[in-house]
Every structure is written in structure tokens, then in C-alpha cells.
């Protein structure tokens, strides 16, 4: 599926396309978007979901949902840092417009080298990143 082809998809189409992205990173690697902790049995897996028309990220250690927008001053929350939330933002800017941003919010996006995977791994997030069409 290319990335053209989403550009037609609902909102609800491209979260789910972000959610399984998610997924495969927190399955591989430094686990970005998983907590191995427990917190009252809730399932510690980050993901994305729209409410009211806006796009939030729940967070996988606190479980708050998170207004998914670069400018929003109060991240309050997020449990993770400045790189992985302009990740974040860019999977928001994705599933609000249906136009791929790598990069865009800083950071250079799944193309950053600063992720901390092996060559492999990162490798294997592209390849997926472009085979479900967000690349």
C-alpha cells in the first residue's frame, strides 16, 4: 500500500495504520511505546486514538490520553522525551491530514539515526513504515 493511497483514507483507516506501526516498534528493539510494568492489569502498549475530531496519544506508563499536537504547551502525562514526542506529533499530523511529515517536527522522524536500534532493526521499521504506506 502506498502512501498516495492512504491519502483517501479516513481518519480512523490511518490510526489504525499508525497503531500497527506502533506495534511492530515496540516489538522489536529499544521497545519505544512499551512498559513491561503492570498498572492494574491495564495493558502497557502505547497507541493513538481520535476523540471529539482530535487526535490523542494514550500513554503507555501513565495510560493518560494526550493531546497529540507539537504546539500544545502541557504534554502532562508523557512519559518519554523530546524526540519520541515529535514522533508522536508526526503520527498525529499523519492520521489528522493523511500527508507523511518525517521529520518535519525535528528529530529526522523513523529516518533518525538516534533511535539507539541496531542497523537491522531500524531497518526493519522502515521497511514496514513504507510497506503499510506511512513512508
Not at 108 to 117: A, I, K, P, Q, T
Amino acid at each position: 500500500m502506498t502512501t498516495q493511497k492512504l491519502l483517501n483514507h479516513s481518519k480512523e483507516e490511518r490510526i489504525n495504520t499508525i497503531n500497527k506501526l506502533m506495534v511492530f516498534i515496540l516489538e522489536r528493539g529499544r521497545r519505544f511505546f512499551y512498559r513491561k510494568e503492570s498498572m492494574n492489569g491495564i495493558p502497557n502498549t502505547a497507541y493513538m486514538k481520535v476523540k471529539n475530531g482530535r487526535v490523542y496519544f494514550v500513554d503507555d506508563y501513565t495510560h493518560k490520553p494526550i493531546y497529540a499536537y507539537p504546539s500544545y504547551p502541557n504534554q502532562k502525562g508523557f512519559s518519554h522525551g523530546g524526540t519520541l514526542w515529535a514522533l508522536v506529533c508526526e503520527f498525529a499530523y499523519f492520521i489528522r491530514t493523511g500527508i507523511p511529515c518525517n521529520g518535519k517536527y525535528g528529530y529526522g522522524g523513523l529516518y533518525s539515526g538516534g533511535w539507539g536500534h541496531s542497523d537491522e532493526i531500524q531497518q526493519e521499521i522502515l521497511n514496514y513504515a513504507k510497506e503499510i504506506g506511512y513512508l
